[in-house]
């Protein structure tokens, strides 16, 4: 099994949130509140209700949750290609369709462990009340927040989401991943092992663009379904019916209504993700190397 690449994960996906937080509470706020016309006037309503903190509600669980859920990705991804090459024989190569189902299995894999983070950031990154307007907040932190959502809602709540999380996650990252692989493939000279660094930072940022335009219209599902009955009674009866109220109400435009938001933060946050990854595992490989040696 390649436990490298579950370490290198975490901490690739630990060093993405750090990047692309902010403009992720952006485009959380966007998807679940009308009060904002567009990705500028977020910004700046942001600002000047609650300063640049605003930008960063609950990012202290999601650093850590993240951290998780990207070793179980990476890990998983790694450990399904190398389950499919050897199904077809020790030395057989991994094709696109290898890429792109491992990708699924990794994305549907992670939501266990991701969906009680993420609808923790969601209800907080939705909470616009702060001491400059001299509301109080619902919620007073990650913990409180997540403590609060399985005594009202039950553990089943922290799992509100679940299933269009999956349904975004599993084609997400097999495109992601496919994206990467092909792109690295096809801009690395033959007879060359590693990418160089510059293919990383590209192929990493084009796979990030390429997941989320996937991703996108389930995303806003997902964020609708985690947000539903907090300031009030409860739209949405279910899945299917979020997401046929959300076309009639506002046609289908609002699925993409975060797309350009997804895409502007996705091409630096998975530059760095895909960067730190490869020094991570080139680096923890060489030394169990070494070691064996």
Known sequence: MHFADFLAGSFGGACGVAVGYPLDTVKVRIQTQKQFTGIWHCIVTTVKREGAHGFFKGMALPITTISMTSSVVFGTYRNCLQCLARFRGISAANTKLDVFLSGLVAGVAQISVMSPGDIVKVRLQCQTE???????????????????????????????????????????????????????????????????????????????????????PMDVIKARLQMDGVRGER?????VHCVTETVRNEGLGIFFRSLGINCLRAFPVNMVVFAVYEVSVRILRSASVDRLS
């Open 235 to 239: 739209r949405y009866r279910g899945f």
């Open 130 to 216: 702060s001491e400059r307007s001299g509301l109080k907040p619902k919620y007073s932190g990650p913990i409180h927040c997540l403590l609060s959502i399985a005594r009202d809602e039950g553990a089943s709540g922290l799992y509100r989401g679940a299933l269009p999380l999956a349904f975004r996650d599993g084609p997400s990252f097999a495109t992601y991943f496919l994206t990467y692989s092909t792109l690295c493939s096809q801009l690395t000279p033959a007879g060359q092992k590693e990418p160089e660094w510059t293919v990383v930072l590209l192929a990493g940022g084009l796979a990030g663009t390429a997941g989320w335009s996937v991703g996108t």
